[in-house]
């Protein structure tokens, strides 16, 4: 007489039979997993084209929508269109590219480096921070206030203000389409360019106030002292009183103060002229 298995008996079987004949499972798949992504930071002033954190630019179509991020193909760091020596490039995305390099910016320069004058204003966060806000405007990149001194006017070069200093050289090349003029004793820096069918470029003021730059026009025989004036940078007369220290060149460590109209009997302007 046949007995049929009941149907729990039936799985009982069956699992047994599985865990019998089923190969032994050796590993676990580690690399089944969500993919993590990592935001990047992009600027946002351009048309076209956008650069991120990782200093990579490209067309704002192909940025990852998710890690808004650019492809990490074609030239990171990129320095198209840029003049080295000044630091200066002719679009907004490669300049902030371009400052992303470390060989040409580093954290130590600009994470302690203030946003703005006042005391009171935020250091930059990050090298990236300092790039998009540096590139994007420039005082030093205009000439009468309402025009471009020429198409390289996104710069991401220290100021020559800042603690961490500046190679001579470069702040030479921020003086390109500028003329630098020695003015006559008593003569303010208007009147000296106006003499030569040009204007005073004020914001060019704070380059020429640097010994190593007034030194390369004016003899400073008697040093290069720091001072405070309307009519720096200068150099005294020789025929000035002792107590003025003649022949010494003098900058004024306090640049509000710099100024196109600023005159002294006993002193000769050093003037940025266009």
């Given at each position: 007489m046949e007995v049929c298995a009941s149907p729990s008996r039936r799985i009982l079987l069956l699992i047994l039979f599985i865990f019998k004949f089923s190969p032994t499972i050796?590993?676990?798949?580690?690399?089944?997993?969500?993919?993590?992504?990592h935001p990047c930071k992009t600027t946002v002033q351009g048309r076209y084209l956008l650069s991120d954190d990782n200093g990579y630019v490209c067309n704002a179509v192909s940025?990852?929508?998710?890690s808004r991020c650019c492809p990490l193909k074609g030239e990171k760091f990129s320095c198209h269109g840029c003049n080295l020596l000044s630091r200066c490039c002719n679009s907004y995305e490669h300049c902030v590219s371009c400052c992303l390099n470390p060989a040409l910016t580093t954290k130590e320069q600009v994470l302690k480096m203030?946003?703005?004058?006042?005391?009171?204003?935020?250091t930059y966060t990050s090298i990236f921070d300092y790039c998009a806000g540096r590139c994007r405007h420039s005082s030093e990149s205009v000439v009468h206030e309402n025009a471009y001194i020429s198409d390289f006017h996104h710069c991401f070069s220290l100021?020559?203000?800042?603690s961490s200093g500046e190679n001579n050289t470069v702040a030479e090349a921020r003086l390109n389409g500028i003329n630098v003029v020695v003015g006559r004793q008593g003569e303010s820096c208007n009147s000296v360019c106006k003499s030569r069918g040009q204007s005073c470029v004020p914001n060019k003021l704070v380059v020429l106030n640097n010994c190593d730059i007034i030194q390369k026009y004016m003899s400073c025989k008697g040093s290069c002292l720091a001072s405070v004036g309307a009519d720096q940078p200068a150099e005294v007369v020789y025929d000035a009183p002792m107590h003025m220290?003649?022949?010494?060149?003098?900058?004024?460590e306090t640049h509000s103060m710099l100024s196109c109209d600023g005159l002294h009997q006993h002193t000769r302007r050093l003037c940025p002229c266009a």
């Open positions: 050796t590993a676990i798949r580690k690399d089944v997993s969500f993919q993590t992504l940025v990852n929508p998710f203030k946003v703005a004058k006042p005391a009171s204003a935020r100021p020559l203000n800042s220290n003649p022949g010494s060149c003098l900058y004024t």
